[in-house]
């Protein structure tokens, strides 16, 4: 069993920046494919950013290409997701989400929930215009 819990979220001015973290229990995390999604209210859950075990591979989805960055220490069971230029539309809650199934490139089944096997309880990030 794995636990997540997600910290770093918060109320910012858009344009502002934000470093969400997610910190994990078990001994096998350098295994595990890591995801950050998020959901607004109203909306369906939605995919972020994922990373491979070894940190070696990244994909976004392209609402947030090029300001957001995932990256993970696997010395701390913490996967991070800093985020940049945040707008409005950012809102969310964010959650974190483990897939024991690693894998050496993320792949397109790692923007879908039903992927992963662990989820945190998630932590709102609010821009504000």
């Known amino acids: 069993q794995v636990q997540l819990v997600e910290s770093g979220g918060g109320l910012v001015q858009a344009g502002g920046s934000l470093r969400l973290s997610c910190a994990a229990s078990?001994?096998?995390?350098?295994?595990?494919?890591m995801g950050w999604f998020r959901q607004a209210p109203g909306k369906e859950r939605e995919f972020v950013a994922a990373i491979i075990g070894s940190g070696g591979s990244t994909y976004y989805a392209d609402s947030v290409r090029g300001r957001f960055t995932i990256s993970r220490d696997n010395a701390k069971n913490t996967v991070y997701l800093q985020m940049n230029n945040l707008r409005p539309e950012d809102t969310a809650v964010y959650y974190c989400a483990a897939d024991s199934r690693d894998s050496p490139v993320v792949r397109a089944v790692h923007t879908s929930t039903s992927r992963y096997d662990y989820w945190g309880q998630g932590t709102q990030v609010t821009v504000s215009s």
């Open positions: 078990g001994r096998t995390f350098s295994s595990y494919v």
